[in-house]
């Protein structure tokens, strides 16, 4: 049995390699691994995004980051048979596969069949490696305490959450709120860092179904654009700040529907290169 810096993790030896490997393939399941493994495979995954640089302010040890995960894993009703501690892991990896195809993190070399990292003067180079380890944070809360039922529910019921946050995007909120205490307690410096927690907050709303319509609509103005424009070398500063925010967006929203996006990342993947 191997122990991962403290018995919060515990996996045979021999899955090891198998995990590792996994993490790095699109054809990656969630229902192949146990609650312990799942919390390994999440462990591989941010041990690579420290692996940049430039992201060394927010890198958090071994030991924090094992604490970390594995409260946000208790933050999830075990109950729940879809919006679960499985599917975050699987947003997760679908993230971390999005981030390792576009080039915004180096390339993962304990599997072979992980893609290459591509870099151009694309859309996707305006994403940093902030933007990427934020991405990868949030798809670990992005559905912390989910109850099981949607917001058109509560809001029919007239839930006192739904009360709470007016009818908008109750789940969504509510979500931001109780994942934000788990980070005040496990991994502060992504609390003090302003840019990082709007970032955070616009991409789990993002997740919101309800506003599925109006991100593709800004998907399509986008995408014309940068027809008319050729690309984003001349945007300026402002342009690339905003465009950069609705392109974490989309990718939270993509892999949040990933077991129905398989087919889509191909051309998707055209897009953004």
């Not at 989910?146 to 007239?158: D, E, I, S």
């Not at 993002?206 to 050729?230: C, N, P, S, W």
């Amino acid at each position: 049995m191997l122990t991962n810096f403290y018995s919060k993790i515990r996996i045979p030896s021999s899955r090891l390699d198998s995990i590792k490997d996994s993490v790095g393939r699109w054809d990656f399941s969630a229902h192949d691994f146990n609650d312990d493994e799942l919390l390994q495979c999440a462990f591989e995954m941010f041990e690579h995004a420290f692996t940049m640089p430039e992201v060394e302010e927010w890198r958090i040890p071994a030991g924090q980051l094992t604490d970390f995960l594995y409260t946000s894993r208790k933050a999830y009703n075990d109950h729940v048979p879809y919006h679960n501690f499985r599917h975050v892991v699987d947003v997760l990896q679908a993230v971390f596969y999005f981030l390792l195809a576009l080039g915004c993190l180096p390339h993962y070399k304990a599997s072979a069949s992980s893609p290459r990292p591509v870099r151009s003067a694309s859309l996707s180079s305006i994403l940093r490696p902030f933007d990427a380890l934020t991405l990868l944070i949030v798809a670990i809360g992005h559905d912390v305490g989910h109850p099981g039922v949607n917001n058109a529910f509560l809001v029919t019921l007239k839930a006192p959450l739904a009360q709470m946050y007016n009818d908008r995007s109750v789940l969504e909120s509510f979500h931001c709120a109780a994942f934000s205490q788990v980070l005040r307690k496990h991994w502060l410096s992504t609390q003090s860092t302003t840019e990082m927690r709007r970032l955070m907050i616009d991409a789990i709303l993002a997740t919101d179904m309800g506003l599925h319509f109006d991100y593709m609509t800004q998907l399509e103005k986008l995408r014309a654009k940068l027809i008319v424009e050729g690309g984003v070398a001349a945007w300026d500063e402002k342009t690339i700040i905003a465009n950069r925010s609705l392109l974490c967006t989309l990718l939270i929203k993509c892999a949040d529907i990933s077991n129905v996006v398989c087919l889509l990342f191909s051309s998707s993947h055209l897009f953004l290169t």
